[in-house]
């Protein structure tokens, strides 16, 4: 039983400084200033998303105030 807790100790700590390794890699390929572009572009679209759907809810809501009571 000591020996299988051994072993899959072993891979555990192998496959935790596998991920560092990785992340740390990834780290240093990262282009700042193309993913702080990609972010604003996604913030103006995500704004005008928004506007886009109170404008239509407004549109909405006045014409459900226009319908006639029955």
Same mark, same amino acid.
């Given at each position: 039983?000591?020996?299988?807790?051994?072993?899959?100790?072993?891979?555990?700590? &192998? $496959?935790?400084?596998? @991920?560092? #390794? &990785?992340?740390?890699?990834?780290?240093?390929? &990262?282009? &700042?200033? #193309?993913? @702080?572009?990609? @972010?604003?572009?996604?913030?103006?679209?995500?704004?005008?998303?928004?506007?886009?759907?109170?404008?239509? $809810?407004?549109?909405?809501? !006045? !014409?459900? !105030? !226009?319908? /006639?009571? /029955?």
């Amino acid at each position: 039983m000591l020996e299988l807790q051994v072993q899959l100790w072993s891979v555990w700590l &192998r $496959a935790v400084a596998a @991920t560092r #390794e &990785r992340l740390v890699e990834a780290g240093h390929e &990262r282009d &700042r200033g #193309e993913v @702080t572009a990609t @972010t604003a572009l996604i913030v103006i679209l995500v704004i005008a998303a928004i506007a886009a759907g109170g404008v239509i $809810a407004i549109k909405i809501a !006045n !014409n459900a !105030n !226009n319908v /006639p009571e /029955p």
